[in-house]
Each structure stands twice: as structure tokens, then as C-alpha cells.
């Protein structure tokens, strides 16, 4: 059996990587265009003041440049790197390398923002879309960052100097792996696995099969490590569902971006695999719509300013976080939730909740009636709201008064127009307050009818979703 | 202030006297009465073979033998003293003395069981209802009971011994005070406060207001006793509310019947009166019945064969507390409720719901899902009832299933056809089964229109009672 499970495997990967590795005549294109690109760059520095740019060296970063990426995803990421004593000034100045050579080629651009700017361009390549990513950073040792970006190039150049080409093709396993569970990618919007994490979970197991056995056993809280010498380092992380050392800057988590939900699900959806091998595991999760629960949804979807989906997804986690503990402080009870969004103008926080509608009436628990101050003051407090007093067995007084909001679309579209009592965070805030719409019940699924991203989203709330379970 | 407030007391306290104190004739005949009765007694055992009855005294008890009654509520308690060495059989036999006794003056009787049988005659005297308890006991030293009824002749000396006239009279207060909030009496049906306990409060501070002052700063589990010495048996009781010290068997503690509810109501009326003295604090409870929440009402009501109160009440409990646990288990939540009887046939529970259904569905939690073994049970044992699964954000497995019965109605209309799942006593089970009717909402307010008893008590669950708040 183990011998037939273990073809069965074989040949599933081989699946996979037909389906989905690029060819090697693309792949050849891409670097070619990559290296053309880095050709340009240089040139227009060379046309420039030469003092202008302390440039050190341009290189071709991401998964391309690791020989790790996927047919669908592949980026074009190239850094340019800076002499270590340059400034924060002479990095913004340095935009203008990739502005000034991508407007050359004809090719539009938009200015994006994470923890500094950087030049983004989406083009038609070989009959498809690519995006072309243009970052600077510093040419420090990866321990002396200066910039967010400074550790990527030597991310690239660890995996190139430790990787065979066999591990290569284990890691884009791997990937279209996590991507069909919906927890591939580091950033705020997902809190799932990054490609540099794939590809060390590869360096450290080097095959597919040999990583979902090991994540099925994890433990919360074990950590990862590339060298002995830096399991002290671990301690630093103790918080943290899963530790994965940086082999490049031990000191730093990998897993920190990990949200314990889809570490759960990366343990469970690799126990599933290894008992029940299936091709299903690498194709997109599709989500039966759960019609009988649809009557105790609840939707807000607000309009809002584009801005770097990272920027976006702090946002909107941090209000949703806000609106969800707002709810449950009001007595509604929620069962399962989302942040939907269709990274641009438009997202919605969705709730199933327990009921769209609580009893009318509250109770309030009092002091212990024989607490003689307390109990005046609790009575003359209450006693313009309550319908009723009563001691109870336990001697506590109690009271029961009318809710002002007993259905949840009461009580929302009061708290939207009242002073930001929903905790909605400041980037976000005017445009939610002036554009949310409350949905709830049957409504939600019509209002979502046209818009895939918000179809998806309901999946993951009134969803079956056959292939986890 | 102090002087004006002090006034208002005792011109209440005169008032409450004028109305539920017996007159002088009253008490007279009362008395002449009860000596007429003692002497048929033992006009009957003299007629009997002597050696049938060893009896060494019959005696007068309870509240007129003491001088404590109120004009409403005066028994005629005799107690047959048998000699101590005397048996359990002569106990029963003895019997005999009050049911020849009754007869030869024509008043019919019945047998009532407490601990053990004894006689109650309900009779027509002075142109109103009169009971007369007739109850055998061992003539013995308190501490050494043999019966239950033993005791009572002490405790009728002890007051005696130890009253003067204007006692009794604070006693009566006391009594009446009781009786308007629903807290005199020591059976398990109100758990309430005893005559003698209300003698014996009045004995150890003196004065009506004396005892409110104490009890309004009473400490739950504080102790009262009339000996330094008895102190050491408090410790015998340290989970009760109160502890009252028998003075004629001072390891018993008379607060024991207490409940911590009306404990509570004690102190809160106490400080209350004390506060805004007034003659409402003598009058029978209002209540005015609150019609917004008859909508969340269910009652069950059921018939049952009569009993001793006691008994009825012990059954009722039970009973009551095994079925509110099994609607609280079942995800109801119940606010207020009681128990209702006419106390003779008739009884029903009485809940306030905060809603009489559910949502249709309900949560269930499973294990964290990175323990396998137990994630894969889970999922195994749900699968066939559950609407959908998913991993929520702390890594736990939860299900979604509808339930069985969303509707309080429904639920128990089959619980009480299923076997004996609400945990109803058994000496009640067989007429609950067949004669329950469960009600809800509104038609429990036209169910209880023509049952007083029903009435009443509908009041302790949605009426609001302005006297005690």
C-alpha cells in the first residue's frame, strides 16, 4: 500500500508541475526580458549625472530569479541596490531610474507604497499580463537593514547557492499546494506562507511529501532552524504559532506573518493529503452556498480611496476586529465572519450571525441586594429603564429593560452615523461612514450576484467546503 | 427627622396591631376553648384501658399557647406527650386518642403525614375556619429527640419563660411584616421564616425595629444564639445564609429552612421600611402584571394526587429544578420562574424565557484541529448532521447543525413523552406524564384567569412589585 500511496503522490506531482510549471521556452523569455530590463536600467543611469544614483549593482530578485515560480504568478522583481552609505533621500531619488526607463519603453507605471515607494508596472508579455516590480533598496549586510527591502536580494542569492534543480520543482508543488487552500502568501490580506517560506520548508525536507509529514506532526509553537547555533534565537518568538528563522538574519521569524487559523489549516489540510492523496488538493477550493443559512447574514460593504493592498488589509483588519467585538458587546452572537475585498475601491465585512434579531428585552444583573449602598444606587440607576426588579436566588438584584436595538440593522445603522463607535480605523473611516450599506438576510447573496469577489467571500461563511473535511 | 420618623413607626405599629391582633374575647374563648379540648382528651383515655396510652401530659402549643398569634392565622396545636421510654407503635396507637375524641364531638378529621401521622380537624368556630392539630411526641429532654414534634413543647416553655406581654406584640408585628413580603414560614414551600424564629428574634433585640435595624446589616452566614457558650456550634452549619441557634438544642440551627433568596428579600424590606417606614410594608403584596412579557411565558401545568404540603413542596422542587436545568442545558434561557400549586391538586412551573425559540442552528465545538485523531472523530461523528465545517481563527474545528427543537414547545411536548428525561420525582412522574398541558406566551395570562393560585404567581415572574423596590 505504502508503495501504491507513494506513486499515487508521484504521480500527482507530476500532474501539478504539468499543469502548472511555466515551460522552458517561457521561462527562457522571461529571463531574457528580465536581463534586457536590467540593461535599460543601467543605461539610463549611464545617461544621468553619474553622482546622481549611488547605485551598486541591479539584480533579478523573487521567484523568478530562484527558478521557483508558477505559470500563473510569475513577477518580475528587480532590485536596485544602493551603496550602503546612501540615504533615505537618495533611495526616494532613485525611483526616477525605473520612472524614467520603463517611460522609454512606453510602458505605464504607477507610484506604490509599502514600507517605501516602489515602481509598479502591469504589461502584456507573451499574450498575458505581468507585473514588473522596480525596488530599491540598500546594499548592507542583511543584519544592518537600513530598508524593508534590503534582505530580499540575499533571500535569492541563500536559495540559489543551496537549492538543486529537483527542489525547485518541489517547492512549485508546494505552492499550488497552499494557494488552493487559500493560505499561500505572507501579507497582511492573507497571514498565510510566503515563497521564501515554501522554499526553506523545502531546503530543510527537500520534498513535498517529506514537509506535509512533518507539518501534520507540528506542534504550536515549534520553530524551524538552519543552524544549531541559532535555536536561541527562538526564544524571541514565543507567541508566535510557528518560528521559522530567517537563515540570512537568524534573529527574524518568517512565521511571524502566520495566523494561527492557517497554521491550523496547513496541519490539517497535509494530514487530509497524506491519507487520502488527490488531485483535488491543488485545485481551486470551490464552495457550495449554504442557502438554509443565508437568512442570518449580515453584511456592511463600503466603497474607499485604492491604496497598496497591505496598507488596505491593516485597515481593514484592525476595523473589522473593532465592529466584531462591537457586535458581540451588543449581545449578537457571531458564527462565522470575513474581510472581503476587491483590493481597489470596494470591500464588506460578512457575518453569520446566530440571529439577525435578540429578545427585546435585557436583563441586568445588580448587586447582592444585602449591599446596601450598591443596591439604592442600582435601582435609582435603572429604575427609569427597567420593566421589572427581582431578587434572585442567589439574593442578586436583577432587572430587565427594554434593548433600544434588538435587530442587528438597527443597531448598526445607528452606530455608523454616530461618532466612530464601531472602532473603524482613521485611513477608512470618512469613506465608511459615508458610504455603508447594511445588508442582511437573502439580500446579501443578490447584492454579492455580480461581484466574484464578494461571491468567494461568502463561501468561506455560508460555505461547505467539501475538500478541507 | 429621627424623632418625626420614630412616631410614624410606632403609630404604624399601633395601626398593624389594631388590625391583625385577636381581641381580648377572642383570645379568651380561643383559650377556653383549647382547655375544653385537652380535657375531652383525657376524658378519652380515661375511658380507654389505661395501659393502652402512656401518656405523661397534654399540652397546649404553638402560637396561642404562646400568645403570639394574629387574628388571622391562630391553630390550635395539642401536643400528647408520651412517656419517654414509650415506642414508636405507642406513637401511632396513640393516634386513636384524637380521632375518638373528634368523633364523640362530631367534628370530622383527617390523618396527616409530616415526619410521622398526626390529626388535623378543620372546624367552624366563632363564625370562621379554625385548624386543630392534634400531634403525638416523646416526653423527652430536647437533646435527646425521638420525633420531630418533640421539640415543640420546649419551645413553647422557653418563650414563655422568657416573654413579657409587650413581646408579643412585637411579635405580631414581626409576623405581619413576614407574611407581606412572602417570607414567613419555615416549610419547604416558602423557606421562609418560623414563628419561633420570629419569637426568638424579638427576644434576643427587644423591639420590632430593633430586629429590622439588625437583619438590614445582616452578613450572609452571620450567626445569632443566646448563650456565649453555644457559640462553638455555629461552625456545624457554615453553608447556611443564617444561623439561629435552637436555645433549647443549640447544635440545631433554626435558619437552616432559609433560603438565601428570601434572606436577602429580609434585609432589603428591613432597610427599606427603615428607610420610608410605611403601612405598606403590612399589606399583601400588589403586583401589577406586565403584559409586554407574557409574549416569552411557557408554563407547565399538571394535576397530582394530594398530600402533605411538605411533601407536595419537597416533590415540586425537585422536580422544578431538574426541568429548569434541562431547558438551560437545552440553550433556553430562562430569566424568572417559579412554582405554583394550589396546593392540593393543582400545580404548575412558571417560566419567563428570554425568548421561546432558538436559532435554528447551533455551534458546535470540536477539538483543535492539529490534534488528528481526535479532529478526524469529530469530523466522523458530525458529518451526517452538520451543515458545514470549518477551522475558525483559533485552529479549532467547529460545526454547524440544526437542531432538533427551536421551539420551547416543541422540545418539551417531547420530553415529557420520553422517558422521565425532564427528572420529575417520582412521586409525581405518572400524573405529570399524563396530565401535563405545556402553554406559552399570552394564553398562560387567559389559561390563569379563573385560578387565583395561577394568578398570584404570575406575578412573581412578570409582574413588577413597586413595594419591595
Known amino acids: 500500500m505504502c508503495l501504491s500511496d507513494n506513486l499515487t503522490i508521484n504521480s500527482i506531482k507530476q500532474l501539478v508541475l504539468d499543469n502548472h510549471s511555466p515551460s522552458s521556452s517561457h521561462t527562457k523569455k522571461m529571463l531574457k526580458f528580465s536581463n534586457d530590463l536590467i540593461y535599460e536600467l543601467w543605461r539610463t543611469i549611464d545617461s544621468e549625472d553619474t553622482t546622481r544614483f549611488p547605485v551598486s549593482d541591479i539584480v533579478l530578485g523573487g521567484s523568478v530569479a530562484k527558478g521557483t515560480w508558477l505559470r500563473s504568478s510569475g513577477d518580475i522583481d528587480i532590485f536596485?541596490?544602493?551603496?550602503?552609505?546612501?540615504?533615505?533621500?537618495d533611495l526616494d531619488d532613485s525611483l526616477e531610474i525605473g520612472k524614467i526607463t520603463l517611460n522609454s519603453l512606453k510602458y505605464s507605471w504607477k507610484l506604490r507604497y509599502s514600507e517605501h515607494p516602489y515602481i509598479e508596472s502591469d504589461i502584456k508579455?507573451?499574450?498575458?499580463?505581468?507585473?514588473?516590480?522596480?525596488?530599491?533598496?540598500?546594499?548592507?549586510?542583511?543584519?544592518?537593514?537600513?530598508?524593508?527591502?534590503?534582505?530580499?536580494?540575499?533571500?535569492?542569492n541563500y536559495?540559489?547557492?543551496?537549492?538543486?534543480?529537483?527542489m525547485k520543482n518541489e517547492v512549485r508543488i508546494l505552492k499550488q499546494f497552499l494557494i488552493s487552500s487559500k493560505i499561500y502568501g505572507a501579507e497582511i490580506k492573507t497571514q498565510g506562507f510566503s515563497g521564501y517560506f515554501c522554499e526553506l520548508l523545502i531546503l530543510k525536507y527537500k520534498t513535498f511529501q517529506n514537509v506535509l509529514k512533518q507539518i501534520s506532526d507540528f506542534t504550536v509553537g515549534d520553530s524551524i532552524y538552519f543552524d544549531d547555533s541559532h535555536s536561541k534565537f527562538t526564544k524571541l518568538h514565543e507567541n508566535s504559532p510557528i518560528i521559522m528563522l530567517d537563515p540570512v538574519d537568524p534573529k527574524r521569524n518568517l512565521g511571524s506573518a502566520v495566523s494561527l487559523q492557517n497554521l491550523h489549516k496547513f496541519i490539517h489540510v497535509s494530514s487530509k493529503f497524506l491519507d487520502n492523496p488527490s488531485t483535488n488538493s491543488f485545485t481551486k477550493i470551490k464552495f457550495k452556498l449554504n442557502n438554509s443559512l443565508s437568512d442570518n447574514l449580515l453584511m456592511i460593504y463600503f466603497t474607499h480611496?485604492?491604496?497598496?493592498?497591505?496598507?488596505?488589509?491593516?485597515?481593514?483588519?484592525?476595523?473589522?476586529?473593532?465592529?466584531?467585538?462591537?457586535?458581540?458587546?451588543?449581545?449578537?452572537?457571531?458564527?462565522?465572519?470575513?474581510?472581503?475585498?476587491?483590493?481597489?475601491?470596494?470591500?464588506a465585512f460578512i457575518f453569520l450571525l446566530d440571529d439577525l434579531s435578540i429578545p427585546d428585552n435585557r436583563l441586568h444583573s445588580g448587586p447582592l441586594s444585602n449591599m446596601k449602598k450598591e443596591s439604592i444606587a442600582f435601582i435609582k440607576k435603572n429604575?427609569?429603564?427597567?420593566?421589572?426588579?427581582?431578587?434572585?436566588?442567589?439574593?442578586?438584584?436583577?432587572?430587565?429593560?427594554?434593548?433600544?436595538?434588538?435587530?442587528?440593522?438597527?443597531?448598526?445603522?445607528?452606530?455608523?452615523?454616530?461618532?466612530?463607535?464601531?472602532?473603524?480605523?482613521?485611513?477608512?473611516?470618512?469613506?465608511?461612514?459615508?458610504?455603508?450599506?447594511?445588508?442582511?438576510?437573502?439580500?446579501?447573496?443578490?447584492?454579492?450576484?455580480?461581484?466574484?469577489w464578494l461571491k468567494e467571500s461568502l463561501g468561506d461563511v455560508i460555505g461547505t467546503e467539501s475538500k478541507l473535511y
Open 80 to 89: 536596485i541596490k544602493l551603496e550602503s552609505d546612501s540615504t533615505r533621500k
Open 125 to 156: 508579455f507573451n499574450g498575458k499580463s505581468l507585473k514588473i516590480n522596480i525596488v530599491s533598496c540598500f546594499d548592507v549586510d542583511p543584519r544592518d537593514c537600513k530598508s524593508a527591502a534590503d534582505r530580499s536580494p540575499h533571500h535569492t
Open 159 to 166: 536559495i540559489l547557492n543551496n537549492f538543486n534543480s529537483k
Open 305 to 347: 480611496d485604492e491604496k497598496t493592498i497591505d496598507t488596505l488589509w491593516g485597515q481593514l483588519r484592525r476595523s473589522f476586529n473593532h465592529t466584531s467585538k462591537y457586535i458581540n458587546k451588543n449581545d449578537f452572537n457571531i458564527i462565522r465572519s470575513t474581510i472581503s475585498s476587491n483590493d481597489k475601491n470596494e470591500s
Open 383 to 452: 429604575k427609569k429603564e427597567s420593566l421589572t426588579f427581582w431578587i434572585d436566588s442567589n439574593g442578586q438584584i436583577k432587572s430587565l429593560q427594554p434593548r433600544k436595538y434588538p435587530k442587528i440593522k438597527d443597531l448598526l445603522n445607528n452606530s455608523i452615523n454616530s461618532k466612530n463607535v464601531l472602532g473603524i480605523a482613521p485611513g477608512i473611516n470618512t469613506s465608511f461612514q459615508n458610504t455603508s450599506k447594511i445588508s442582511t438576510g437573502k439580500s446579501v447573496i443578490s447584492f454579492s450576484k455580480n461581484k466574484s
